[in-house]
């Protein structure tokens, strides 16, 4: 399955945070979300292959990479009280015959930001 | 500007019963629709995926509707257990992916 570490993370204000994600194996993209308390995931950005491959409303100082051992990391600078919230990571293998297959999520990453 | 809204943030019914969700959207255009389940503290798991040509997907005691006239999505948990109990979200996919607030279903015995 998916994994995402840490499980829980605090920083303060200013600081800079990367979450790390390993997909499940043999998928080829992976996104990374943001989820608030009571909200849906809002969608951060798409890695296919190693390269970006979609953008949601996000900044730039939130900025990501996949590796090709199935790993991919969320990396976040200078880090805001509203950044606080679930980040979670999902996998899939995208580019077959039948376009858009369902996404495997990690249980996710709680950061805190203070 | 791209709305998403499911139906209530909480549903409440009796175990036996069918459940049914409702995920409506505005100036979206969406390739396909997804349903997820969502359990405390844990990443969203997926169910269903339905795509622009398709109307109604089952499997097992779900089914999902797709209509993309009425820009609605129908979400129907049939013989509804206490296990059902969790947020249920829908998403919205094409070039990126949009997730509603989700449905909380809670499934009295």
């Known amino acids: 399955g998916v994994t995402q570490s840490p499980t829980h993370l605090i920083k303060t204000r200013g600081q800079q945070v990367t979450l790390r994600c390993s997909s499940q194996s043999g998928h080829n993209t992976v996104s990374w979300y943001q989820q608030a308390l009571g909200q849906g995931p809002q969608f951060i950005f798409q890695y296919y292959r190693e390269e970006e491959n979609g953008r949601g409303n996000f900044p730039p100082r939130f900025s990501g990479l996949q590796f090709p051992n199935d790993s991919s990391e969320l990396n976040v600078n200078a880090l805001e009280l509203d950044d606080s919230a679930l980040y979670l990571c999902?996998?899939?293998?995208?580019?077959?015959?039948?376009?858009?297959?369902?996404?495997?999520f990690g249980p996710g990453t709680r950061l805190t930001v203070l | 500007s791209q709305k998403i809204e499911q139906n209530s943030e909480a549903l409440n019914i009796q175990e036996g019963k069918t459940a049914t969700l409702t995920c409506n959207y505005t100036?979206?255009?969406?390739?396909?629709l997804q349903w997820y389940r969502q359990d405390p503290g844990r990443g969203p798991v997926f169910l269903l995926l339905?795509?622009?040509?398709?109307k109604e997907k089952r499997k097992e005691r779900l089914k999902v509707t797709f209509d993309t006239t009425l820009k609605q999505s129908l979400f129907h948990i049939t013989a509804s257990q206490p296990a059902d109990s969790a947020t249920y979200l829908c998403?919205?996919?094409?070039?990126?992916?949009?997730f509603g607030a989700g449905t909380r279903l809670t499934v009295k015995p």
């Open positions: 100036n979206y255009s969406p390739a396909y």
């Open positions: 999902a996998s899939s293998q995208e580019g077959g015959i039948q376009p858009y297959n369902e996404q495997f």
């Open positions: 339905i795509r622009e040509n398709e």
């Open positions: 998403a919205l996919g094409g070039d990126d992916m949009r």
